[in-house]
């Protein structure tokens, strides 16, 4: 088992930044990818990053490439997501999500087994 809690999220007018971080306990850590994903009212959840267990590899869905950056710190535990330039259509309630160990997309919602309870971002035009 995984626990996954993510927090940082806000209202923020269009233009500024959130840091988000997903804090992880259980099984170790450092094993796993982590993804991010969001979830808008009416809308499917969607793909917005991930970075792959040791950091090394990190990637993104097309509308957040150069405004939003993932990133991990293995020591602590924790995956962030550094979103700036926000746009109102970057509002969502954002998910973290820890990938299943083994092959499989990590653009793929089916291929993480564990979800964190999300958190609100709310991007004001």
């Known amino acids: 088992q995984v626990q996954l809690v993510e927090s940082g999220g806000g209202l923020v007018q269009a233009g500024g930044s959130l840091r988000l971080s997903c804090a992880a306990s259980g099984r170790t850590f450092s094993n796993y990818g982590i993804g991010w994903f969001r979830q808008a009212p009416g809308k499917e959840r969607e793909f917005v990053a991930a970075i792959t267990s040791s950091g090394g590899s990190t990637y993104y869905r097309d509308s957040v490439k150069g405004r939003f950056t993932i990133s991990r710190d293995n020591a602590k535990n924790t995956v962030y997501l550094q979103m700036n330039s926000l746009k109102p259509e970057d509002t969502a309630v954002y998910y973290c999500?820890?990938?299943?160990?083994?092959?499989?997309?990590?653009?793929?919602?089916?291929?993480?087994?564990?979800w964190g309870q999300g958190t609100q971002v709310t991007v004001s035009s």
């Open positions: 999500a820890a990938k299943n160990i083994g092959s499989g997309s990590y653009y793929s919602r089916g291929m993480y087994g564990y």
